[in-house]
């Protein structure tokens, strides 16, 4: 449960929410992706509030503004890589040729692209969340959020994974990350918010705001 949460993400930010087990870093995923709804309050993103949004539009909203990373990757046993990231694009109804261009770039980028005809059961830990990162990407979302993705991996993989949102942020990408680990928070996010038993305990954000405006 989140108890008076206040701030606001600017495009091209990359934020880590940073707090142990429990504090609410995920809740507040799920409410910004609307998948869950608050209580009371409201969440702004483009000038839009989505409680006002029925489940239809959320939907809609989810498929053409957001990209979910998850700690446990969720990919399709039976869908082949490629299809793996291709799918969010179909689902959503982009073009199938411009879509499939991007999935291939995708995989390029991510240094999978020899794991495309192959299945998530044949893959490491470190290609499944590289799979799961490029099928959240596909469809060039607004935010990207991404709730412990390297949670499930060893400390090598996890660093790697940490880069490469770190690239894709530095070429625009806003993201979201919610984490426990202070040091992956401190040296690859621009920005962290602090969360504790469901409240806001610090924002570096702030820190840097008021020392811009103290010179």
Known sequence: MLDN????????????????????????????????????????????????????????????????????????NNLTVFDNVLIAAEIAGAPEVSSRVRAQQLLNELGIASKARQYPAKLSGGERQRVAIARALINRPAVLLADEPTGALDSHTGEQVMELLAGFNRRGQTILLATHDAELAHRYSRRVISLRDGRLTADSGVKMRESGEAG
Do not use: W, Y
């Open 5 to 76: 949460v206040n701030f606001g993400v600017s495009q091209g930010e990359f934020i880590a929410l940073m707090g142990p087990s429990g504090s609410g870093k995920s809740t507040l995923l799920n409410l910004v992706a609307g998948l869950d709804r608050p209580t009371s309050g409201g969440i702004v993103f483009d000038g839009t509030e989505l409680v006002r949004k029925d489940e239809a539009d959320l939907a809609r909203f989810r498929r053409s503004h957001v990209g979910f990373v998850f700690q446990f990757f969720h990919l399709l």
